[in-house]
């Protein structure tokens, strides 16, 4: 698997304890970061002692679902899927309507987790 340069602005994470870290300046094989869950800043570390973040550590942050806070991430899964099964509780007068309910509950989910990977990849901001 290739791996990217590591640039200002990345997570990283550190391969001893796992702690994310932003990286805010890069020297020549040194990093000065920032850990925002330690409020630790401008800590300098060399890139042997960090590794890229995969997507679903970026996912599955402590803070929350990559930069949506928990609770919204977990409100939005719960009212797609209460979309999706919603024809199964409840009959839908419309037959084309039994379709395109749960349909776009998955579209709901679909684009959270898009989103998602598209502000891991830094495409979006």
């Not at 850990?35 to 890139?47: A, F, I, Q, W």
Request: proline content about 5%; hydrophobic content about 45%; charged content about 20%.
């Amino acid at each position: 698997m290739k791996t990217k340069e590591i640039k200002e602005g990345h997570y990283v994470r550190s391969k001893t304890s796992g702690n994310v870290l932003k990286v805010i300046a890069v020297n020549n094989g040194t990093l000065k970061v920032d850990m925002p869950l330690l409020g630790s800043k401008g800590v300098l570390v060399s890139s042997n002692d960090v590794r890229q973040e995969t997507f679903l550590q970026y996912c599955f942050r402590p803070g929350g679902f990559g930069r949506t806070g928990w609770l919204a991430a977990v409100v939005i899964h719960l009212f797609a899927l209460f979309i999706m099964v919603s024809p199964l509780i409840e009959e839908i007068p419309e037959p084309g309507w039994g379709i395109f309910v749960p349909a776009f509950g998955a579209f709901i989910i679909f684009i959270t987790w898009f989103a998602t990977y598209k502000n891991y990849k830094r495409q979006w901001n």
